[in-house]
């Protein structure tokens, strides 16, 4: 599959404890974004990078939210002491260089209880 | 404030018919804006592009009208099948030169065989 791959699929954590999202984009990809859709809603843009540089974080983004593309690949999202207001379906998107086309993952399903 | 407005509501149509569904937005100057599908439990799949200076684009049987005075995108499907219940995302990009795009929240469209 050349498609973006995230792991995993769903999640269920208990109130306060971290979280770990792994996200696989199209290799050839330099730009991956991470958004957070919750029911009945479009994607929320998070954060996004461009090669290993984060570009730029929404200010919805809490200092327990924390995004890392160490070598300009792959991408961990992670949560810290998380809360039931972060369950949600947390997607990341690829784009080549210059495309304006996303290509989204299948997505992790959140659940805090 | 920015907004894009979807129709909240799900468009019930007839198999066969053309579906239409609308996005406007507010204080947004797109550089282009796009069409995504998204099922039930996954990412959205980009399905078409229309750049401010078009005003209708056509990919097999969907059609995008974008009129950027009025502000509006209009979607259509012809000849409506089942397989096309989805909700229907449009999605702003390349204002101000972001690379972010940003995603209404969708209208659900259910064809009804």
């Known amino acids: 599959d050349t498609g973006v791959s995230q792991d995993p699929r769903h999640k269920i954590t208990k109130r306060g404890q971290n979280v770990t999202f792994r996200c696989d984009p199209i290799s050839e990809h330099n730009r991956l974004y991470w958004y957070r859709q919750t029911l009945g809603q479009g994607p929320e843009f998070l954060t996004y990078?461009?090669?290993?540089?984060?570009?730029?974080k929404s200010r919805l983004l809490s200092d327990r939210f924390s995004a890392e593309r160490p070598k300009g690949s792959f991408s961990t999202l992670e949560i810290q002491r998380t809360e039931q207001g972060d369950s949600a379906m947390y997607l990341c998107?690829?784009?080549?260089?210059?495309?304006?086309?996303?290509?989204f993952g299948q997505g992790t399903r959140l659940t805090v209880v | 404030s920015q907004k894009i407005e979807q129709n909240s509501e799900a468009l019930n149509i007839q198999e066969g018919k053309t579906a239409t569904l609308t996005c406007n937005y507010t204080?947004?100057?797109?550089?282009?804006l796009q069409w995504y599908r998204q099922d039930p439990g996954r990412g959205p799949v980009f399905l078409l592009l229309?750049?401010?200076?078009?005003k209708e684009k056509r990919k097999e049987r969907l059609k995008v009208t974008f009129d950027t005075t009025l502000k509006q995108s209009l979607f259509h499907i012809t000849a409506s099948q089942p397989a096309d219940s989805a909700t229907y995302l449009c999605?702003?990009?390349?204002?101000?030169?972001?690379?972010?795009?940003?995603f209404g929240r969708g209208t659900s469209l259910i064809v009804h065989p």
């Open positions: 229309i750049r401010e200076n078009e």
């Open positions: 990078f461009q090669n290993e540089a984060q570009l730029e």
């Open positions: 204080n947004y100057s797109p550089a282009y």
């Open positions: 998107a690829s784009f080549a260089a210059g495309a304006t086309e996303a290509f």
């Open positions: 999605a702003l990009g390349g204002t101000g030169g972001s690379y972010i795009p940003t």
